[in-house]
C-alpha cells in the first residue's frame, strides 16, 4: 500500500467551482490588491479572531515585515527557537538581525523556561515558533514579556487554529504570521502568508509595508517591499478557508487514532498532549527508537515518514559566523535522532492509518 506524504491532488481534485470563480476573476482585470484579497483577510481574521489580517506574499515575508513593522533593524537580536525552518531565520536575517537561539522542548516549541538567559539590552522581539501544529507555551511567555518588555511575533505558519485554553494562534503576540504555502494546512497554489494583529497602527503600517510604501499612486510615505499576496491566490484562498476548520478537525483525528494505537508500542513514545491545548497536526511527530531502521522499513513499505528535521537549523552551515557548535541545544539535537513523522492529512483512509500502525509494529517485532 502507499501512503504518500502530499495530498495536493487529493485537495484540488473536485474544483470546478474554484475553476469558475477563477475564470470570472481573470475577467476583472483586478489582480493588484484586488477585491477578492480584502475578502480573504476580513475572512482570515474572523476565522483567528483578531481586528486585522494583511496578506504578504509568503510566510517569510509575514515575519520579515512584522519584525520591520515594530522597528527591528540592523544589529538587534531576536531570540527564537534552534529547531525551527529556515524561514525564521531568513525573515530575521534579512533585515540584519542576530537569530538568538533557544532550546526547544518535547512539544518541539521553545522552553520558555530558558529565554530568560538569553534575554539582553540588543533584544528587540521574540518569535516563538508554533512549530508541527503545536503551541509554544504563551501563558508563561506573555509574562516573560511583559517583565521584560520584549513583543511578540508569533511564527504560527504551521499552526493556524492551534490554540491554548482556547485561545488561538495568533492572537498572542503584537503581530502573528502565517504561511499559506502549499505545505501548509491552508494551501494555496503559490507562495502566500498573511499577518495578524489587533493594533490599528501596525495595521496601517503593514499595508504600506507590503506595497512600496505607498499611500496612493504617486505618494511614497516610508521604504517599503513589494510584498503583495497575490488576489488570484486569494481566490483560492477564499475557496479553501471556510474548510480551515474541517482540515483541522480531521488531521485531530487522525492524530488522536494514531496516539491511541502507536502508545501501545513500547519502543513508540508519543510527545505529552496537555488536555488545554489543541494540537493542529500541521506535522505528526513521534519519539521512536531505531528511529533511522524504522524510516528506512516505512520508506520501503511505500509510507512517505520524514523527519523535520535530521540537521539543526542552529548548526547550518550559513550560520556559521554565530559559531555555534554541536550540542549547544542538547534537546534539540536529541531529537534529529529520535523523531518521525507521518503523513496525517485530511485526505488519508482509515486503510492507510492502520497500515501505518501495523507497519511500525511489524519493523519492531523484527527487530
Ligand atoms: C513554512 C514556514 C514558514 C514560512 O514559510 P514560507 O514558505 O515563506 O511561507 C515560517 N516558519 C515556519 C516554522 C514554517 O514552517
Known amino acids: 500500500m502507499k501512503?504518500?506524504?502530499?495530498?495536493?491532488?487529493?485537495?484540488?481534485?473536485?474544483?470546478?467551482?474554484?475553476w469558475k470563480n477563477l475564470k470570472k476573476f481573470v475577467l476583472t482585470e483586478d489582480f493588484t490588491l484586488g477585491k477578492p484579497l480584502k475578502k480573504f483577510e476580513d475572512s482570515f481574521?474572523?476565522?483567528?479572531?483578531?481586528?486585522?489580517?494583511?496578506?504578504?506574499?509568503?510566510?517569510?515575508?509575514?515575519l520579515k515585515i512584522s519584525l520591520k513593522c515594530i522597528g527591528v533593524k540592523s544589529g538587534d537580536e531576536v531570540i527564537t527557537a534552534a529547531n525551527t525552518f529556515v524561514a525564521t531565520v531568513g525573515g530575521i536575517l534579512e533585515l540584519g538581525a542576530i537569530p538568538v537561539f533557544v532550546d526547544?522542548?518535547?512539544?518541539?516549541?521553545?522552553?520558555?523556561?530558558?529565554?530568560?538567559?538569553?534575554?539582553?539590552?540588543?533584544?528587540?522581539?521574540?518569535?516563538?515558533?508554533?512549530?508541527?501544529?503545536?503551541?509554544?507555551?504563551?501563558?508563561e511567555l506573555m509574562k516573560i514579556s511583559k517583565k521584560y518588555r520584549?513583543?511578540?511575533?508569533?511564527?504560527?505558519?504551521?499552526?493556524?487554529?492551534?490554540?491554548?485554553?482556547?485561545?488561538?494562534?495568533?492572537?498572542?503576540?503584537?503581530?502573528?504570521?502565517?504561511?499559506?504555502?502549499?505545505?501548509?494546512?491552508?494551501?494555496?497554489?503559490?507562495?502566500?502568508?498573511?499577518?495578524?494583529?489587533?493594533?490599528?497602527?501596525?495595521?496601517q503600517k503593514l499595508l504600506l509595508l507590503r506595497n512600496h510604501g505607498l499611500i496612493d499612486r504617486d505618494t511614497v510615505k516610508i521604504p517599503g517591499y513589494n510584498s503583495r499576496l497575490d488576489t488570484i491566490q486569494a481566490v483560492v484562498g477564499n475557496w479553501i478557508l471556510p474548510k480551515a476548520k474541517k482540515i483541522a478537525n480531521t488531521r485531530i483525528k487522525n492524530a488522536n487514532y494514531y496516539d491511541k494505537h502507536l502508545s501501545k508500542i513500547n519502543s513508540i513514545r508519543i510527545p505529552n498532549r496537555p488536555k488545554n491545548f489543541k494540537i493542529v497536526y500541521h506535522l505528526y511527530i513521534v519519539f521512536a527508537k531505531k528511529r533511522d531502521a524504522l524510516l528506512k522499513y516505512c520508506l520501503k513499505k511505500g509510507i512517505e515518514a520524514k523527519v523535520h528535521y535530521p540537521k539543526p537549523m542552529y548548526l547550518q552551515n550559513f550560520l556559521k559566523n554565530l559559531k555555534h557548535k554541536k550540542g549547544d541545544f542538547p534537546v534539540t539535537d536529541a531529537h534529529t535522532k529520535s523523531i518521525i513523522t507521518f503523513p496525517c492529512d485530511q485526505h488519508l483512509t482509515k486503510k492507510q492509518l492502520d497500515y501505518v500502525i501495523s507497519t511500525v509494529k511489524e519493523f519492531y517485532k523484527k527487530n
Open 3 to 18: 501512503v504518500r506524504y502530499s495530498y495536493l491532488k487529493q485537495q484540488f481534485s473536485n474544483c470546478d467551482d474554484l
Open 45 to 62: 481574521a474572523k476565522l483567528i479572531g483578531t481586528k486585522y489580517a494583511v496578506g504578504v506574499n509568503s510566510g517569510t515575508d509575514a
Open 104 to 139: 526547544c522542548d518535547d512539544t518541539f516549541c521553545l522552553d520558555v523556561n530558558k529565554i530568560k538567559k538569553k534575554i539582553s539590552k540588543k533584544t528587540k522581539a521574540i518569535i516563538p515558533v508554533h512549530f508541527t501544529g503545536y503551541m509554544t507555551n504563551m501563558p
Open 150 to 203: 520584549v513583543p511578540i511575533i508569533e511564527d504560527a505558519c504551521q499552526s493556524i487554529l492551534g490554540e491554548i485554553n482556547k485561545k488561538k494562534a495568533g492572537t498572542w503576540g503584537e503581530l502573528s504570521a502565517f504561511s499559506l504555502h502549499p505545505l501548509k494546512n491552508i494551501n494555496v497554489w503559490s507562495d502566500g502568508g498573511i499577518i495578524t494583529t489587533d493594533n490599528k497602527k501596525h495595521y
